[in-house]
């Protein structure tokens, strides 16, 4: 089996499809790998916008389709950063990878600014 989904896999993968068990370290990779966080947002926030410019359509000024478009979406751009690690660990989870993996930077971030906090105040 391949390692890496074809186009229709990846289209059901973006929509929350589980992939075969062969190709888990790319489901990883994509995950928590370089570039992760690009790739989400830009599979949740670009869908919205086609939908959004249905707005410029409604009579009236441009500006109001314009800020209703903005009352949609700033608020969505919000909470798809705000849900990001729940995203990726439920992703994880689903593919049979262990949800401690979702944010790992971050942690090993926070990890070597407590050292260096701990060298510079005696403790290590």
């Keep these: 089996m391949s390692s890496t989904p074809s186009p229709t896999q990846k289209i059901g993968y973006i929509c929350g499809r589980r992939l075969p068990d062969s190709m888990r370290e790319w489901v990883r990779a994509d995950v928590t790998g370089p570039g992760s966080t690009r790739r989400y947002l830009m599979r949740m926030l670009l869908p919205a916008i086609p939908v959004l410019l249905l707005f410029l359509l409604i ?18 751009i919000y909470f798809t950063v705000a849900l990001m690690y729940v995203f990726q660990r439920a992703r994880l989870v689903k593919h049979g990878l262990d949800p401690a993996l979702a944010g790992g930077r971050p942690s090993a971030r926070a990890e070597s600014e407590r050292l260096a906090y701990e060298r510079r105040h005696g403790r290590g």
């Design 59 to 76: 009579p009236g000024p441009v500006w109001m389709g314009l800020a209703m478009m903005a009352l949609l979406y700033l608020p969505l």
